[in-house]
């Protein structure tokens, strides 16, 4: 890419076919990103097609603008979060589209720039990050107030629900105890001192502190109920045969995800007598099992190894 707007996009070859794409569709990519999947719809798209590039991320629609120069009559762009779908396809005077893309993933420019506070890996600049942690740069709730203002009980509930943390009451302790947090190094301090000697010694940070950045990073920007709002609404917006494609990278929205597929395409023919009503599908499954990347992509990209996609089409 052109700039120093660092991303790879997983599943992308499994992506692109999955969407059933061809000249003259309408398709949205709500996560845009650096451009790296649009790219490859575009160019099944074009001419007569149209892309609705949404991200949260000013400096990834800012990389997207320029890694996509060459799309650009036939892209919109807008700075918003895919949970305002509506409003988005409403400002546009869009009724329906053909296909949308939902890439759940945080990206790999977020996670090594030394401001966000997304992560303690890649350079000792990290570690004395501020603990932001927002895709969204215009949202009031950082990580730092989250870490230093939230009860104990309500971060150990936080850590055990989002992070799936075995040591979430002694890691939510110490959180509070070593008030006030102000970078990542302090937060790592904090993990370090409530997890056991024993769970920490030779393993990587990941191996220790991970579920907790995790569960901080979701909580700030709300991840498990952006994605629970805007299922029935993206499927709302497809024309019959769109498709909907999401990738997901945590069992808990890949939980969320594939429960509401399976109820879109479950079919109950009426019992009369039973009280039991008739329930018509109003989506079909196109991924029984997830897809999930190859051993070559996992190796050439780690990031990608916890990627499931999952697709449906509405009927």
Do not use: C
């Not at 904090?190 to 907790?212: D, E, Q, S």
């Not at 109003?282 to 990347?293: D, E, Q, S």
Request: charged fraction near 25%.
């Amino acid at each position: 890419m052109s700039n120093n707007f660092y991303h790879i996009p997983v599943l992308l070859t499994e992506t692109i076919e999955a969407l059933n794409l061809k000249s003259g569709l309408t398709i949205v990519d709500g996560t845009l990103g650096g451009g790296g999947h649009a790219k490859l719809i575009l160019e099944k798209i074009l001419p007569n097609g149209r892309l609705i590039g949404i991200d949260q991320d000013a400096e990834a629609l800012k990389a997207a603008k320029e890694n996509l120069e060459d799309f650009k009559e036939n892209t919109v762009f807008v700075h918003d979060n895919f949970r305002n779908l509506n409003q988005i396809l409403d400002s546009l005077g869009i009724e329906k589209v053909n296909g949308i893309l939902l890439d759940l993933g945080v990206s790999m420019h977020q996670i090594m720039s030394s401001l966000r506070g997304f992560s303690f890996a890649g350079f000792e600049e990290n570690l004395n990050a501020p603990l932001d942690m927002r895709m969204n740069r215009d949202n009031p709730i950082t990580a730092e107030n989250i870490l230093n203002e939230y009860g104990e009980a309500e971060l150990e509930e936080l850590l055990r629900k989002l992070g799936e943390e075995r040591f979430a009451r002694s890691i939510a302790k110490m959180i509070v105890l070593k008030r006030p947090l102000k970078s990542v190094n302090a937060l790592l301090e904090a993990i370090k001192a409530g997890t056991p000697p024993k769970y920490r010694f030779g393993k990587p940070t990941a191996a220790w502190a991970g579920n907790v950045f995790r569960a901080v990073r979701m909580e700030v920007n709300e991840e498990l109920e952006v994605v629970r709002e805007v299922l029935d609404v993206a499927l709302n917006r497809l024309n019959t045969g769109g498709r909907l494609a999401i990738i997901t990278f945590h069992s808990l929205e890949d939980r969320i995800v594939k429960q509401t597929f399976k109820n879109w395409a479950e079919e109950i023919k009426p019992q009369p007598g039973f009280g039991v009503t008739q329930k018509k599908a109003i989506a079909k499954i196109v991924t029984r099992k997830p897809i999930l990347p190859t051993a070559d992509e996992v190796k050439s990209n780690p990031a990608s190894s916890s990627a499931k996609l999952r697709v449906v089409e509405k009927i």
